[in-house]
């Protein structure tokens, strides 16, 4: 099966400073890929939408200036979170789709905590 | 909006028994895919089972099966001779085209020894 990975797992960073979260498909292609975040006991929320090549497509309510988005290869796309605060801190996780049978596949997600 | 509804926060059930989770949802597109995904305390997503929305079988995947309800908008998944290892939060999805998934809220499943 098709391969995502996530780096880091897990990342701890003092209030204000900006942290970039990579996502990469392994054994495929991924033309489009997806970043949510999961709170605690929660479901998964669409952040982002980003095709290779274009600028992402924001989920209402997400600022875009706050979560950068760069999807420049079709095997890599990144989330930086400028400016961390605590209230940032949750689990976010990736997800790519390409070949065409209409599957996500899911990294392993990162824990951020902002101190 | 085109949600998923999941009517069942939490669930338990026997090991070696049965167990159906529930999820309804709303679209207005013909053609979508449907996906039951397990979240274990590792927080990694697992595709359990998936169902084309235009196969009218039921999608089954081992002790995983699904009752398809297209008209009702019914994806219920049954999970047979449950396992300590189904323990799990349980995500309903949607999926149209190269849309994203819309998740449910989730149920959270525990099977008990």
């Known amino acids: 099966g098709a391969v995502v990975s996530q780096h880091p797992s897990r990342v701890i960073c003092k209030s204000g400073t900006s942290v970039k979260i990579e996502c990469r498909s392994l054994?495929?292609?991924?033309?489009?890929m997806f970043w949510y975040r999961q709170f605690p006991k929660q479901s998964l929320m669409l952040m982002a939408t980003s095709n290779e090549g274009s600028k992402a497509t924001y989920e209402q309510g997400v600022e875009k200036d706050k979560f950068l988005i760069n999807h420049a290869s079709l095997t890599l796309s990144t989330l930086t979170v400028t400016s961390a605060h605590p209230e940032d801190s949750s689990f976010y996780i990736c997800?790519?789709?390409?070949?065409?049978?209409?599957?996500?596949?899911f990294g392993p997600g990162t824990r951020l905590t902002v101190l | 909006a085109q949600t998923v509804t999941q009517s069942q926060p939490e669930m338990s059930v026997q090991e070696a028994e049965t167990v159906t989770l529930s999820c309804t949802y709303d679209t207005s597109e013909s053609n979508y895919y449907l996906f039951w995904y397990k979240q274990p305390p590792s927080r990694q997503m697992i595709l359990v089972i998936r169902?084309?929305?235009?196969?009218?079988q039921n999608a089954t995947e081992n002790r995983f099966s699904v009752n398809f309800q297209k008209a009702a908008k019914s994806f219920s998944l049954k999970i047979s001779d449950s396992q300590l290892g189904d323990t799990a939060m349980y995500f309903c999805?949607?999926?149209?085209?190269?849309?994203?998934?819309?998740f449910g809220k989730g149920t959270r499943l525990s099977v008990i020894a």
């Open positions: 169902q084309e929305a235009y196969k009218q």
């Open positions: 054994d495929f292609q991924a033309t489009t």
């Open positions: 997800s790519a789709s390409g070949g065409g049978n209409n599957e996500q596949f």
């Open positions: 999805a949607r999926r149209s085209g190269n849309t994203p998934l819309v």
